[in-house]
């Protein structure tokens, strides 16, 4: 798979080697990306109707069906071994209700039509606005719970960066992804920063500490 320099490109990274990382924090991490993502989505929507639909009857329909799109906005492309390092490529989801709900009143030839170039004219004119907006919506998606992520305290930093992550695998090989130099929002939590509130937020032992401590 191929990406091209109009992707957006969303690196987690969350703690360092000496750190332990629980599901419940993953789970709460990604929670927060996928409202980030889906605000976006809606503002993109929105911003498309302003400027293109004389009716609010397929806004309204697009944003009924950006709904059904939970958790399927961000695409798993690259993993790396040391804590947990993910990296995901936004899907265009936003882009592709409108291209459905759209197309749906046209009985042929939709992919011709000046609406179907309007389209696709706006969302890449608006690939750099989108890229730091998801960005801010990001930062917000966490200072909005004070950084508080699945019942530990955290520092989180978002930034901008120009840098994809390496291919998997050299990009002469075919069919294997390549990663062009191009928008990556960089999400680094680190559950060590901030101060255990309570039980359920303290370290628990393995079985295998446990029984170390029996010996």
Do not use: C
Request: hydrophobic share 35%; no cysteine; glycine share 6%.
């Amino acid at each position: 798979m191929r990406y091209s320099n109009l992707d957006i490109f969303v690196s987690v990274h969350i703690g360092h080697e000496r750190s332990s990382i629980d599901p419940k924090m993953i789970l709460h991490v990604f929670g927060d990306l996928e409202r980030a993502l889906y605000e976006s989505d809606r503002r993109d929507v929105e911003r498309f109707a302003e400027g293109f639909l004389r009716s609010d009857v397929v806004k309204d329909a697009s944003l009924e069906r950006l709904r059904r799109y939970r958790n399927r906005r961000l695409k798993i492309v690259d993993a790396k071994p040391g804590s947990l390092w993910i990296t995901g490529s936004v899907l265009a989801v936003s882009y592709f209700v409108l291209e459905k709900t759209i197309g749906q009143s046209f009985v042929e030839g939709w992919q011709d039509t000046n609406a179907h170039r309007h389209l696709r004219e706006f969302f890449a004119s608006q690939i750099d606005i989108k890229y730091k907006k998801l960005a801010q919506l990001i930062e917000s998606a966490f200072k909005d719970k004070n950084n508080r992520i699945g019942g530990r305290q955290a520092k989180v930093s978002v930034q901008l960066t120009d840098s994809a992550p390496s291919p998997p695998l050299p990009s002469s090989q075919e069919g294997v992804a390549t990663y062009p130099r191009t928008r990556t929002i960089l999400v680094e939590i680190d559950p060590e920063a901030g101060t255990q509130q309570d039980d359920a937020s303290a370290e628990i032992p393995t079985y295998g500490d446990l029984l170390d401590r029996l010996r």
